[in-house]
């Protein structure tokens, strides 16, 4: 492809488009997030917006992790926190049995021992996913490791090892998303 492929047809502009231009696809994938103390409101608030724009389910909020009902989550969520369906639930050990009872593969993001390239994780047509996010300094506790049908990362090809909680959801959720379409 040359540059002039990306071009617009002839007489047709390439501009950009207002938030009223956009036609919503209320479709949900049987796929939530179970976020455990994520403490930091502007990252709960991102899992919302995460979680809207695409088609996740549910999130479950466990531990001590920060609800929308903060100012600075709720200002972040830009009103998602009222579309996308959440639980508040101190122990996430009883959720993720739950989920599982219920069919749910679990799923956490996290650098670990075992854990495989995002890219690597297969997902049958069909399946059930929750994605299990930890804490943005400690990373995914130890217990629900132990829980998990499965461990991923996404590859860091910087000096750095983990980068912000958010954005890790968002990489990990488009790529499970798309998985699942």
């Known amino acids: 492809m040359t540059p002039e492929d990306h071009h617009p ?28 103390d994520v403490r930091r409101p502007a990252n709960v608030g991102s899992l919302f917006r995460i979680a809207d724009a695409l088609g996740v389910e549910k999130i479950f909020l466990t531990g ?3 609800t929308p009902a903060h100012p600075k989550a ?29 069919g749910y593969r679990i799923v956490s993001l996290e650098i670990s021992s075992t854990s495989i390239d995002l890219a690597e994780l297969s997902i049958a047509s069909g399946e059930r996913i929750c994605l299990v996010i930890g804490n943005e300094s400690a990373g995914v506790c130890q217990a629900l ?16 090892s983990s980068m912000n909680v958010a954005s890790a959801c968002a990489i990990a959720t488009y790529a499970i998303a798309r998985k699942l379409e």
């Open 145 to 160: 490791l132990d829980v998990s049908d499965a461990t991923v990362h996404i590859p860091m090809r910087g000096e750095n």
């Open 64 to 66: 001590r992790s920060c």
């Open 9 to 36: 047809p002839q007489g047709m502009s390439n501009t950009q488009l207002d938030h009223r231009a956009h036609q919503s696809t209320p479709a949900k994938h049987a796929f939530c997030l179970l976020a455990h």
């Open 74 to 102: 709720r200002k972040a969520a830009r009103t998602t926190e009222q579309r996308v369906p959440f639980a508040q639930i101190d122990d996430p050990l009883p959720v993720v049995a739950a989920l599982r009872q219920a």
